[in-house]
């Protein structure tokens, strides 16, 4: 299993899914104890849910469960959220906070770096290239990182999630005229709840490539996953009517993305580092 798939696309927006994968290689799977199994805490279907909606835009994707090793966190093992519950690059619990591996199964530093050479690292070396790719080709690139977590996860957060929960790590991840173009269209999404910068203000791969003032801006889309899925308890089956209605709103977000690039591009400074 290759721990990444590419679809180059000729536009701006590069859009991210770590966390739809469900591959686990067979002696990981046989650790994880009957909770684990489940992988209850995928983004069940994200990839589905995008496809098609930009034919412009590219697409990294990866092809690993989160619990294998989660390549949204920093390969540091550093917190996003301190004081808040979270899980870790190598996640042991799941949303719920209980354990996912049977008793004796606990992860060495060794598998850990391990698991970091052999899938976190070659998932960023492809989004780094292909956001390097897209920013050479329009100067700018529009990173969106696609995301989804059930609607109630106590351990994680308080009541009810809003349908879109958008992040920009309080506005230093992309210009503000990104921030103001998403959290407008999803504001005027009827029937749609929103937050910028809730809960969810962007997790590791939103903070680290959004550097604005290199031309990459980058931006996270948290949705709860009531608004797609008929159920998000086992079997985590798709809605193809709620998707499709949700999908509407989508495509019109990251059009608006498309269009606001250039504009962007001519007014970012002709000096400055670029990031990879």
Same mark, same amino acid.
């Not at 770096?113 to 998932?123: F, G, L, S, V």
């Not at 005027?188 to 809960?199: D, M, P």
């Not at 499709?244 to 690039?261: I, N, S, Y």
């Given at each position: 299993?290759?721990?990444?798939?590419?679809?180059?696309?000729?536009?701006?927006?590069?859009?991210?899914?770590?966390?739809?994968?469900?591959?686990?290689?067979?002696?990981?799977?046989?650790?994880?104890?009957?909770?684990?199994?489940?992988?209850?805490?995928?983004?069940?279907?994200?990839?589905?849910?995008?496809?098609?909606?930009?034919?412009?835009?590219?697409?990294?994707?990866?092809?690993?469960?989160?619990?294998?090793?989660?390549?949204?966190?920093?390969?540091?093992?550093?917190?996003?959220?301190?004081?808040?519950?979270?899980?870790?690059?190598?996640?042991?619990?799941?949303?719920?906070?209980?354990?996912?591996?049977?008793?004796?199964?606990?992860?060495?530093?060794?598998?850990?770096?391990?698991?970091? =050479?052999?899938?976190?690292?070659?998932?960023? @070396?492809? &989004?780094?290239?292909? /956001? *390097?790719?897209?920013? $050479?080709?329009?100067?700018?690139?529009?990173?969106?990182?696609?995301?989804?977590?059930?609607?109630?996860?106590?351990?994680?957060?308080?009541?009810?999630?809003?349908?879109?929960?958008?992040?920009?790590?309080?506005?230093?991840?992309?210009?503000?005229?990104?921030?103001?173009?998403?959290?407008?269209?999803?504001?005027?999404?009827?029937?749609?709840?929103?937050?910028?910068?809730?809960?969810?203000?962007?997790?590791?791969?939103?903070?680290?490539?959004?550097?604005?003032?290199?031309?990459?801006?980058?931006?996270?889309?948290?949705?709860?996953?009531?608004?797609?899925?008929?159920?998000?308890?086992?079997?985590?089956?798709?809605? =193809?009517?709620?998707?499709?209605?949700?999908? @509407?709103? &989508?495509?019109?977000? /990251? *059009?608006?993305?498309? $269009?606001?690039?250039?504009?962007?591009?001519?007014?970012?400074?002709?000096?400055?580092?670029?990031?990879?």
């Amino acid at each position: 299993m290759q721990p990444v798939e590419i679809l180059q696309g000729d536009g701006p927006v590069v859009l991210s899914i770590p966390h739809s994968g469900t591959f686990l290689p067979p002696e990981v799977y046989a650790s994880l104890n009957a909770n684990g199994r489940k992988l209850a805490d995928s983004d069940w279907h994200v990839d589905r849910l995008y496809q098609g909606l930009m034919p412009a835009a590219t697409i990294v994707k990866a092809n690993f469960h989160r619990y294998l090793i989660d390549a949204n966190r920093a390969p540091s093992g550093k917190s996003l959220y301190p004081g808040q519950n979270t899980t870790t690059l190598c996640p042991t619990t799941d949303f719920n906070g209980q354990p996912i591996y049977s008793q004796g199964q606990e992860l060495s530093l060794d598998e850990i770096e391990a698991r970091q =050479q052999t899938w976190h690292a070659p998932y960023h @070396r492809a &989004l780094g290239r292909e /956001l *390097e790719r897209v920013k $050479a080709k329009h100067g700018i690139a529009i990173l969106y990182d696609c995301h989804s977590i059930r609607s109630k996860a106590p351990f994680l957060f308080e009541g009810l999630l809003p349908a879109f929960n958008i992040g920009t790590n309080s506005g230093a991840s992309c210009a503000p005229e990104i921030e103001e173009t998403v959290s407008t269209r999803t504001a005027q999404a009827a029937r749609y709840t929103q937050v910028l910068n809730g809960r969810f203000k962007g997790g590791w791969i939103t903070r680290h490539y959004g550097q604005p003032q290199t031309g990459i801006h980058a931006i996270q889309m948290e949705l709860a996953q009531s608004t797609y899925l008929a159920t998000e308890k086992q079997p985590f089956t798709y809605s =193809q009517e709620r998707a499709e209605k949700l999908r @509407r709103h &989508l495509k019109q977000v /990251l *059009e608006a993305l498309e $269009a606001l690039a250039p504009k962007l591009a001519q007014n970012l400074p002709t000096s400055g580092a670029s990031h990879g």
